[in-house]
């Protein structure tokens, strides 16, 4: 059939994917971190560190962007069942506003790192350095496809704060929330346009679009309990 799995490609796949991993003994807890949404108009930045069983087999493991909505649910689960440990932080936007989306981003991976209940030893991480951890970290440019770790904690990341922002959605149904998750779409804009920003837009963000960055103040906090 096409587009079947074939076990045997899926492990030698999966088998590549733990090189950076293999650099270190089977003893040594290895940490991988990413990120999703430094980019989006709306919603939090979420961060997720991973620590994996060097022998774990998790098929369809991947890049979250190469993964369908579907496929990242289940593996979201089997992620969590599988993993020595997994933590997530997230920095909501008057954070972000506040900070800056790289410091945001920093801090939302502080955050995970600080979850996990169980201390790592070396961080795998996509393309950043993360200022203020202990540990020794190494920057892989487009991890998130090159390391099983990583992979894992982009797929945590990533359906963590789908999940948010479907939520979100129901608050504020006007935005789309749910279709594009707070990226800059063409509907999106036009959304904030017509209505102005809600309490989850990135006031920061918003300058070049309304030819001026909406002030902060109560309007501008997200809702207690979605973040």
Avoid at 106 to 120: I, T
Wanted: overall charge neutral.
């Amino acid at each position: 059939m096409p587009g079947k799995l074939d076990p045997a490609q899926e492990r030698l796949r999966l088998e590549e994917m733990k090189k950076y991993e293999r650099q270190y003994g089977p003893e040594v807890r290895v940490c991988g971190i990413d990120e999703a949404g430094r980019g989006p108009l709306a919603g939090p930045v979420v961060a997720a560190a991973v620590i994996l069983p060097r022998e774990a087999e998790i098929f369809y493991l991947n890049d979250s962007k190469k993964v369908t909505e579907k496929r990242r649910e289940l593996l979201f689960d089997q992620i969590q069942e599988k993993a020595l440990a997994w933590g997530i932080g997230i920095v909501g936007p008057q954070v972000i506003d506040e900070i800056n989306i790289l410091q945001a981003t920093y801090e939302a991976m502080r955050q995970a790192v600080g979850k996990l209940g169980l201390e790592p030893q070396v961080l795998l991480n996509d393309a950043v350095t993360i200022p203020g951890l202990p540990y020794p970290q190494v920057p892989i440019v487009h991890g998130d496809a090159q390391s099983v770790s990583i992979a894992a904690a982009s797929i945590l990341a990533k359906v963590t704060r789908d999940r948010m922002m479907r939520q979100y959605a129901k608050l504020y149904p006007e935005y789309g929330f749910e279709g594009h998750k707070g990226y800059g779409t063409a509907a999106h804009q036009e959304a904030i346009r017509r209505y102005g920003p809600c309490p989850i837009h990135r006031r920061s963000f918003l300058g070049k679009l309304l030819g001026h960055v909406p002030e902060s103040g109560p309007a501008g906090e997200a809702p207690e309990g979605v973040l």
